[in-house]
């Protein structure tokens, strides 16, 4: 798999290698700034390292306005459940069917600033079955205009270039990607004579769980 490895910001719209974004963001002359505390948080892919974001957490963001947010980036393909782990405690989006005397996981109402601070690391789960599992770390404070939008996208990968994996010799580049052989990238040569049929065959689109359950792409741009 080949990655650029570079990203965007959303406030200058000028590409950097994704290493050196965050710090971008923190200093960049363009994003809105004001006189209210926020938290920047970067977010991978520990699966897919190409895949990387950047969000401002505004000190009134809930762990609901991060899963919300996460949702419609790169994740929301059928409702499925979702959970943050911070520390040891994990934080459910769906509180209900416990047995009796089962340990109950807390709900996402919690404020993001009161559970975390820059350094922190945590980690969040999308679908419980066909898991897509990220990675978030504060990377520290910056000053924003207070805003109804409580979690908001500083930064984002650029879309990476997939090669066709059909065989060793294609060097096409993908035009699909196939749910059912682990999300592999497929060109449309290839395709011809792939046996999984057409109803298995997912769009390329910008986000780590590409190809898993008929994800069918994000639903916010940079
Ligand atoms: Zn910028
Ligand atoms: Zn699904
Ligand atoms: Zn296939
Ligand atoms: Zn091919």
Request: aromatic residues 8%; hydrophobic residues 35%; charged residues 25%.
């Amino acid at each position: 798999m080949s990655s650029s490895n570079m990203g965007t910001c959303a406030a200058c719209k000028l590409k950097h290698p994704i290493n050196d974004l965050a710090a971008h963001v923190a200093a960049c002359e363009r994003r809105l700034k004001g006189d209210a505390d926020s938290l920047q948080i970067v977010v991978g892919s520990p699966e897919f390292p190409e895949f990387w974001m950047s969000v401002e957490a505004q000190s009134q963001a809930t762990l609901e306005a991060l899963d919300r947010f996460l949702r419609k980036a790169w994740l929301e393909c059928c409702g499925h459940l979702s959970a943050f782990t911070i520390g040891k405690q994990r934080y459910e989006s769906y509180l209900g069917d416990f047995e009796y005397g089962e340990k109950r996981p807390l709900g996402m109402k919690r404020k993001l600033a009161e559970l975390v601070k820059p350094r922190s690391k945590f980690s969040y789960e999308y679908d419980f079955g066909s898991t897509t599992e990220l990675v978030l770390q504060v990377v520290g404070r910056l000053q924003c205009k207070p805003s109804r939008k409580a979690i908001q996208l500083l930064a984002l990968n650029d879309p990476p270039q997939r090669i066709c994996e059909e065989t060793e010799e294609c060097e096409n580049s993908a035009t699909g990607l196939c749910a059912y052989c682990s999300a592999m990238p497929i060109c449309a040569d290839c395709l011809r004579t792939h046996d999984c049929g057409e109803e298995a065959i997912c769009p390329i689109v910008n986000s780590p769980r590409a190809g898993v359950c008929g994800y069918e792409g994000p639903t916010i741009k940079v």
